[in-house]
């Protein structure tokens, strides 16, 4: 159908226009409520006045000639089209003319996306309604008003003064409360506290809404990359001209969050030490560092996009601010004469550009640490498909889609010098990726003796006696460390008395007919307790640690003091056996194949004080480390190398890694203790695209099964 003849359709009767919130510049705005959909349009004046005078059956001609007499302004019948199209994409319109509806069933067949992308978008974000909590709302909503009074936010503000003033008083204890927070039972607690914390911060949007005469037709759970989050559908905000209460409405949920923390960083300065103070840490960490990191953060669409949104007056905030950002990259980069899409004052220009780009970087980092731990948390090949995935949809689509606007770009609003610049800066890019620069290997390493001894407990025990100091020359079976184990002098105790009772039932055959009878399995039971007695005392003898050769004692647990219980892995001294030193460290899988044995590299201790030296590699292992066999080396314990414990306390590596033994080349000062230290080694070069290529395909080759 030609735009000419094209017959306006009548608008919907339910359909509500309400004033709306004044723009940055004042002007008046308006919004459409459609009832049905639950939808909110925001739109101008002029817009408005048209819809006003829209009658069904009228053509376009007829419209904006009724509409120039009536504004006494000209009016096209391309602003009537405009307007045409955006009540029928946004079915605000009743098709009851012939073919209307073939019409409309078009338009969403167009608009209906394929299963794989409506799974896709279904990973992404969905909602589960859960309550209609509007009349619970209303019914509750006047007990609320106590929260909302001057007095009880004076209160608050005293209460937040003092239990700053006390946690200052008990800062190390306070701080310290991190460390049990990464406990099972630590993580219990923050569980506990952000269901409870979450929970709170809908009811404070719902209430605040309920209270500004707003509706709240849901409330239930969100999932975003399949994660539970709670929602309030507050939406009906959009009825509200006054921005000054849509922004309480949207602080609202953090304003809460921040009381309850308030009030738990208070009380946790009176608890006692136990369950009910651990939970106050949580609520109150939980609450302060939730609110102000992620709530009020406007990068992403939450409060603080909202709130940022209203401050600013600017309705529709990232869509315009996008179309601004793209618009003065484009300018940047190949068209400096394009017009921007919207005119807006000058300063607000800048900001909403530098809100665009700011964004669009801090996408660029969640998203791709989103992808990382979607791979991360799903089964091989399906994690990388979604890996995959969120890379295309997040990040490579929204790309491809602006270049190709690129190429719609009028050729009188290209620059050509501008363009090659622009294509000279990403050429030596890519070059700069492309070139292989270095050929270095770096991996973390520590200097040691040729012949080093570990010295561990046989099982978990306490304490009794130091003997080793460090430095001190030893003899082979000389006392180290003694250790104490009640729940072993114990089970010695109750196997001899089992041990005396069952020689005593044997010794007594002749005049107990029962005893007797189990003469056979009496003797076999002694015997049993025999052996069991024997590694008993056994094990009480192995808890006199002994030097297992001569040597130096090159290093004690720094921690180690008379009474301190320590387990099977702690490492309780060093002891090192003759003059020769060794270098051993880890590399990783990506940068396997760019060494060769005999490579020449240099080990450079942490400590500055000791110098340089040179060395040559001299082994690597053919299988990948199944556990870090050097502690130094392991994240946890401030090394370079990223693990993860498993339940047998073992250091696993989170990425492959191959040991290797590097030999000094040149005299070197005998160190008195090990020492952590960094080898820089040389390596065949290869360019970031080419690591990058080999990192991907060893990654989809391991993951697929291949």
């Known amino acids: 159908m030609k735009p000419d003849s094209a017959i306006l359709p009548p608008l919907r009767r339910e359909l509500e226009i309400l004033p709306g919130a004044a723009g940055h510049d004042g002007v008046e705005s308006w919004v459409i409520h459609d009832p049905m959909q639950h939808r909110y349009f925001s739109i101008d004046a002029q817009t408005r006045f048209l819809l006003s005078l829209w009658r069904q059956g009228l053509s376009l001609q007829q419209m904006a000639r009724l509409a120039s007499e009536r504004l006494g302004l000209s009016v096209g019948e391309g602003q009537i089209a405009g307007v045409l199209k955006f009540v029928r994409d946004n079915q605000l319109t009743f098709e009851n003319q012939a073919g209307g509806w073939q019409r409309m069933a078009q338009d969403a067949a167009r608009a209906k996306p394929s299963p794989m992308q ?15 909590p509007q009349r619970l709302l209303e019914r509750l909503s006047p007990a609320m008003g106590i929260f909302y009074s001057q007095p009880f936010l004076i209160a608050l503000a005293g209460l937040a003064m003092a239990g700053i003033f006390l946690i200052s008083r008990q800062w190390d ?14 993580l219990i607690y923050y569980l506990i506290a952000l269901v409870f914390l979450k929970a709170l911060h809908e009811l404070g949007h719902a209430f605040t809404a309920v209270r500004f005469g707003c509706r709240v037709p849901t409330m239930g759970i969100a999932f975003i990359f399949l994660t539970p989050l709670l929602y309030t559908d507050v939406s009906d905000a959009w009825r509200l001209s006054c921005r000054r209460q849509r922004m309480l409405i949207s602080v609202a949920g953090v304003l809460t969050e921040l009381a309850v923390a308030i009030v738990a960083s208070f009380a946790w300065s009176f608890l006692p030490e136990g369950n009910a103070r651990q939970l106050a840490f949580a609520v109150a960490t939980t609450g302060w560092i939730m609110s102000l990191t992620l709530n009020l953060n406007p990068c992403m669409k939450f409060d603080g996009y909202y709130l940022l949104s209203d401050m600013l007056k600017v309705d529709n905030l990232q869509p ?15 068209a400096p004469k394009l017009a921007p899409p919207e005119k807006v004052p000058a300063t607000l220009g800048q900001v909403l550009i530098a809100y665009a780009w700011i964004t669009w970087g801090y996408r660029l980092v ?11 948390f799903y089964f091989k090949l399906l994690g990388l498909v979604l890996f995959a995935a969120v890379i295309w949809l997040l990040i490579v689509k929204p790309v491809a889609m602006e270049l190709a606007q690129w ?10 010098r501008r363009g090659a610049i622009s294509l000279g800066a990403a050429l030596a890019a890519l070059l700069a990726l492309a070139v292989p620069w270095t050929g270095g290997v770096r991996a973390p390493a520590v200097l040691m003796a040729a012949d080093l001894t570990q010295i561990y407990p046989v099982r978990p025990a306490r304490l009794v006696a130091v003997s080793a100091t460090p430095n001190m020359k030893v003899a082979r079976g000389a006392p180290l460390f003694q250790l104490g184990a009640p729940g072993l002098d114990k089970d010695i105790e109750r196997v001899k008395i089992e041990h005396d009772l069952v020689r005593l039932r044997l010794a007594r055959t002749m005049s107990d007919k029962y005893d007797r009878e189990q003469s056979l399995i009496l003797k076999q039971r002694l015997s049993a307790l025999q052996t069991e007695l024997q590694g008993l005392l056994q094990e009480r003898k192995e808890l006199v640690i002994r030097a297992p050769l001569s040597g130096t004692v090159l290093e004690v647990h720094p921690n180690l003091h008379v009474g301190r219980w320590v387990k099977k892995t702690d490492r309780l001294a060093l002891i090192a056996s003759g003059r020769k030193y060794r270098v051993s460290g880890y590399v990783p899988e990506a940068d396997l194949a760019r060494l060769k044995s005999g490579a020449g590299g240099a080990f450079i201790a942490d400590d500055p004080g000791y110098s340089r ?43 492959a890694q191959y040991q290797i033994e590097l030999a000094p080349s040149a005299a070197i000062a005998a160190p008195n203790q090990l020492i952590r230290g960094v080898v820089h080694l040389e390596g065949r070069a290869e360019s970031y695209l080419s690591r990058a290529w080999h990192r991907i395909s060893r990654l989809v080759m391991r993951e697929s099964g291949f």
């Open 366 to 376: 969640v998203f791709s640490a989103i992808a990382g731990l979607v791979y991360y």
């Open 320 to 334: 315009r601010a996008f179309a601004l950002g793209r618009w003065k990259l484009r300018q940047v980069l190949i």
């Open 407 to 416: 190429r719609r770009i009028a050729p009188e609003l290209i620059s050509r």
């Open 173 to 186: 204890q306070f701080i310290h409360g991190f460390n049990i927070a990464f406990a099972p039972n630590g």
């Open 613 to 655: 030296f040179p060395v040559r590699l001299a082994e690597i292992t053919p299988a990948a480390a199944g556990q870090i066999g050097i502690a130094e080396l392991a994240s946890v314990n401030g090394g370079g190398i990223a693990v993860r414990t498993d339940a047998r306390e073992r250091l696993i590596p989170t990425v």
């Open 118 to 132: 409506g799974l896709i978008r279904k990973y992404f974000y969905f909602r589960v309604p859960l309550l209609h």
